[in-house]
């Protein structure tokens, strides 16, 4: 079982940035897929979850209306469309995956990816 996140890098305030979630050696469409992020000094933070059981997705206060999450058709991959992004957006990003989507919401997921950094800055 594998996560790949990737898609981070450096952006200034405003511009956009695209991640990826490639999930090998599982059927992704019995699971549901999370995003978290952890900024330097400070603690690990939900930001969304799709389940992909019912078709449903889920954000974090902080970044609803500017992020979008999403998965291909194909159903091997959850992305995370970031728009208007901020300086407080910079963090490492992490995906996970649970067969149980409330365990991607509370950071206790049974598979984690490694992390893409994002930076925003100017």
């Known amino acids: 079982v594998q996560l790949q996140a990737s898609g981070g890098g450096l952006v200034q305030p405003g511009g956009s940035l695209r991640l990826s979630c490639a999930a090998s050696?599982?059927?992704?469409?019995?699971?549901?897929i999370g995003w978290f992020r952890q900024a330097p000094g400070k603690e690990r933070e939900w930001v969304s979850s799709?389940?992909?059981?019912?078709?449903?997705?889920y954000y974090a206060d902080s970044v609803k209306g500017r992020f979008t999450i999403s998965r291909d058709a194909a159903e091997t991959s959850v992305y995370l469309e970031m728009n208007d992004l901020k300086v407080e957006d910079t963090a490492i990003y992490y995906c996970?995956?649970?067969?149980?989507?409330?365990?991607?919401?509370?950071?206790?997921?049974?598979?984690w990816g490694q992390g893409t950094q994002v930076t925003v800055s100017s």
């Open positions: 996970a995956a649970d067969t149980g989507l409330w365990a991607t919401i509370t950071g206790n997921p049974q598979y």
């Open positions: 050696g599982f059927t992704v469409n019995h699971y549901a």
């Open positions: 799709f389940d992909f059981l019912g078709n449903n997705v």
